[in-house]
């Protein structure tokens, strides 16, 4: 058994903190953190139109170097309680497994980092946690705005782990150095709304829309790079909101995301969509928004540190991925090098969400080991 982390894990999932309403989860983690001297600061934050938000950032030392852990302890609606097994804020322990909303997705992580500190005893430098109420909603008023609130008053980060779940199926598989970019597209075409029998007194947008996505989702963006898949342009929506059959629309719209590699920004790629349209000829509308770049921590010290403490606990050797969405990571990479390693991702935001008990354990272990190498060794 785990021990602290456990005891830590199933305190937080019992907090109902579902995006962007906190309800005792950080005040739980502060009255594990003040005990292992750590100076606790609430960050909340607010911006209009969206939720305010509370944060925790929590330092214990004040010289450098400072190694930093990130997370959140919000977590996405459990959904019907009926549908799981068991209450969903019950923490319940059986059969070798925690069940529970956010128990991969990240309150186990944050338990284990926590516990792994407690074991370590004091360090030449300083331990920091990031801990967010705002990761699975708009991510407004949570890391991006606590790290530069630390940057306004020179507070320096020098490494970070982000505990986000990155094992797919078997912990020690896999650990994240990097992630795919993510853009948003709103394409519109505007036309004549006409008779179908008349088409010659219309002006049909539905075609040249559909040209203009099958000329873009028929065109490659690349062939990947060493650390990245291929960049993937996906149509998501194609709406003309009409529910007659003998109507020509006046107007059309598609929707569509990249995730996209290394080799592009969100402003080149937007650049570069928009002269790959304006070759159809035809007007069009287009609005871009970018949620994240792409980024890559290569192989180095901290990804090197991150390999070899899961190969020390596991036995195994992590795959060295850039696979998946995005995480907070994205707004840290800014800042410091930045790694992800936590729990195992299977069952993060389903129902019956769950961690096995020995993975708790090991993740515990791994943390504590990339903790004594980064400031004992």
């Avoid at 980092?113 to 360090?123: D, H, M, Q």
């Avoid at 782990?161 to 948003?184: C, D, Q, Y």
Wanted: hydrophobic fraction near 40%; charge should be negative; proline fraction near 7%.
């Amino acid at each position: 058994m785990s021990g602290g982390a456990l005891d830590l894990a199933r305190a937080l999932i019992r907090c109902p903190s579902v995006t962007p309403e906190d309800e005792g989860a950080l005040d739980v983690l502060e009255a594990a953190l003040k005990p292992l001297g750590f100076a606790c600061e609430r960050m909340p934050f607010s911006t209009p139109g969206t939720p305010d938000v509370d944060n925790l950032y929590a330092r214990r030392g004040s010289e450098g170097p400072l190694f930093c852990f990130a997370g959140h302890t919000d977590v996405v609606p459990a959904g019907d309680p009926d549908d799981w097994s068991v209450p969903p804020f019950s923490a319940t322990v059986a059969n070798g497994r925690l069940t529970g909303r956010g128990a991969a997705d990240m309150k186990g992580a944050i338990a284990a980092f926590v516990t792994a500190v407690s074991r370590l005893g004091p360090v030449p430098g300083s331990i920091a946690l990031l801990i967010t109420g705002d990761e699975e909603g708009p991510a407004v008023n949570g890391t991006r705005r606590m790290l530069e609130r630390l940057a306004e008053r020179s507070e320096r980060l020098d490494a970070c782990v982000v505990g986000e779940p990155t094992n797919p199926a078997r912990f020690g598989e896999m650990i994240k150095i990097g992630r795919r970019g993510s853009l948003n597209a709103r394409l519109v075409v505007e036309g004549v709304q006409g008779h179908a029998a008349y088409p010659d007194l219309a002006d049909n947008p539905v075609h040249p829309l559909l040209a203009m996505a099958h000329g873009l989702a028929s065109t490659p963006l690349d062939e990947g790079t060493a650390h990245f898949q291929p960049s993937s342009l996906q149509v998501t929506s194609v709406d003309v909101g009409n529910p007659t059959t003998n109507l020509i629309p006046a107007r059309a719209e598609a929707r569509f995301n990249i995730r996209f590699n290394d080799l592009h920004t969100g402003a080149g790629l937007e650049d570069r969509l928009r002269r790959t349209l304006d070759r159809q000829g035809h007007s069009y509308e287009l609005e871009v928004s970018v949620s994240g770049e792409s980024f890559l921590t290569p192989p180095g010290p901290l990804v090197d540190l991150a390999a070899e403490s899961m190969r020390s606990v596991t036995g195994r050797t992590p795959e060295l991925s850039t696979s998946g969405g995005t995480s907070d990571a994205r707004f840290i990479k800014d800042y410091c090098p930045v790694v992800e390693l936590g729990l195992v991702s299977r069952t993060a935001h389903k129902v019956d969400e769950y961690l096995e008990i020995e993975d708790l354990d090991n993740l515990t272990r791994v943390y504590e080991a990339m903790l004594a190498g980064y400031f004992l060794s």
